[in-house]
């Protein structure tokens, strides 16, 4: 299923960026890359703030193709755009979705469910798509950097 399909089951709506807001986008994931390493931060909150800025990354790669996510399943829909835009190795989408359902559980149902593993793992993924989606746009939408 392309983007295309996602538009006409209306998982998307088409949008037109700018250079101000892909920027906007990497400098919110910039700055969650920066406090998710704040001393005494709960794993839960490291995890959640690093999640923020993959989904940050994850919206700019989308807004940069013409897109933007409606508003049911919307993480899920950006997440998985990642195929499609940047092209994502399958294992990055899969072990992003697992953190955004890990990150769902943590806002909504159970506090403490995250280790420091976890939410160090969430900052490496977060830190490396962050890089993969420069590199993507760079290479594909230079006119937006």
């Not at 999640?51 to 700019?60: C, F, G, I, P, R």
């Not at 190795?89 to 955004?100: A, E, N, S, T």
Request: net charge neutral; with cysteine; aromatic share 6%.
């Amino acid at each position: 299923m392309s983007l295309q399909d996602w538009l006409k089951s209306r998982w998307l709506i088409e949008h037109q960026t700018s250079r101000q807001e892909i920027s906007d986008l990497l400098s919110m994931a910039d700055r969650d890359l920066a406090q998710c390493r704040t001393p005494h931060l709960s794993p839960d909150w490291q995890l959640n703030i690093a999640y923020n800025a993959a989904l940050q990354a994850a919206t700019a790669a989308l807004a940069a193709a013409g897109y933007r996510a409606a508003t049911g399943a919307h993480h899920y829909r950006v997440i998985q755009s990642l195929a499609h835009t940047i092209e994502a190795d399958p294992g990055l989408v899969i072990q992003l979705d697992k953190f955004r359902k890990k990150r769902n559980i943590t806002e909504y149902e159970q506090a403490g469910a995250v280790s420091e593993q976890e939410a160090k793992e969430m900052l490496a993924l977060a830190k490396n798509l962050r890089d993969k989606v420069e590199k993507w746009l760079c290479s594909n939408h230079p006119e937006l950097l």
